[in-house]
């Protein structure tokens, strides 16, 4: 669990792209993050979206809760990372990044 404080973002903005929101919270020391993704409209078809993370550290690996594999903080910032496509509208995911 992130302790209290740390750096916010706004990543996306569904009054922008139309279809989804997402935020981002990073601790202060960078060792962990929230990221909250919510499909706002579902598309036919869609299979996944792509978000630039922020506030990460780049030369750091990057462990995503519940999920096999590990990332660079500078690939998840520059090359982004993939949010599986989710069925209706007004789904929902919450993603925790945690520092290796």
């Known amino acids: 669990m992130l ?3 740390g750096d916010y973002f706004r990543l996306t903005s569904a009054s922008e792209n139309q279809m989804y929101d ?3 919270v990073v601790s202060k020391d960078g060792t962990e993050s929230l990221v909250t993704f919510i499909q706002v409209k579902g598309r036919t078809g869609q299979r996944s979206r792509r978000i630039f993370l922020r506030g990460l550290h780049p030369d750091k690996k990057y ?3 519940g999920e096999d594999g590990v990332f660079g903080g500078d690939t998840l910032m520059y090359a982004g990372l993939q949010v599986a496509g989710m069925w209706g509208d ?3 995911k919450l993603i925790h ?3 290796v």
């Open 22 to 24: 997402s935020w981002q």
């Open 3 to 5: 302790p209290s404080g």
């Open 63 to 65: 462990r995503i809760e």
């Open 90 to 92: 007004f789904q929902g």
């Open 97 to 99: 990044l945690v520092q």
